[in-house]
């Protein structure tokens, strides 16, 4: 199987299948999106749809015109260690978009909370994750050292205030 840098899918392997399921795990006030999710390719192609599915390899800046009439956004993880699906949700937030933002796939427990600070605020993980070990592992660290779409200040910013 090829695998060069995550920077494709590994040859041979199946790719997710989508789920139109709600996320398993969500961090949203407002009632979870519960409508069919669009393949990018169909999405753009005219698709009446307010729900994507991003990929790995595909552009989510291609969803920036459209930001106003979506309201979930699922980015893919066929494997734990593609991380372009942190860029994509990033290039989200910055832009204004305020819907939900999901990780599915190969979601592990320790990377929820860099992912809570690009953007991700759902996820639909393929296995299960322990409810107490996701709250402590959300809680490990109160202080941020770099500004990001969550919104947090800084430790510098909050001792420079001081």
């Not at 407002?30 to 698709?47: Q, R």
């Not at 990929?55 to 800046?61: N, S, T």
């Amino acid at each position: 199987m090829l695998d060069n840098q995550d920077q494709q899918a590994v040859a041979g392997a199946p790719a997710p299948a989508l789920d139109d399921a709600p996320a398993r795990l969500r961090f949203r006030e407002d009632a979870p999106f519960e409508s069919p999710i669009a393949p990018l390719g169909d999405f753009l192609a005219g698709g009446n749809f307010a729900a994507v599915r991003i990929d790995p390899g595909e552009d989510v800046r291609a969803l920036l015109p459209h930001l106003g009439r979506l309201k979930l956004v699922e980015i893919a993880f066929p494997k734990f260690r593609d991380g372009r699906g942190y860029s994509s949700a990033r290039i989200l937030r910055e832009a204004g978009f305020a819907g939900e933002i999901r990780a599915a796939g190969d979601v592990l427990v320790d990377q929820l909370g860099f992912m809570r600070r690009v953007g991700f605020d759902s996820f639909a993980p393929n296995k299960p994750l322990d409810p107490a070990v996701v709250a402590a592992t959300l809680a490990r660290f109160p202080h941020v050292y770099m500004k990001a779409a969550d919104g947090l200040a800084p430790v510098w910013a909050l001792r420079a205030g001081a």
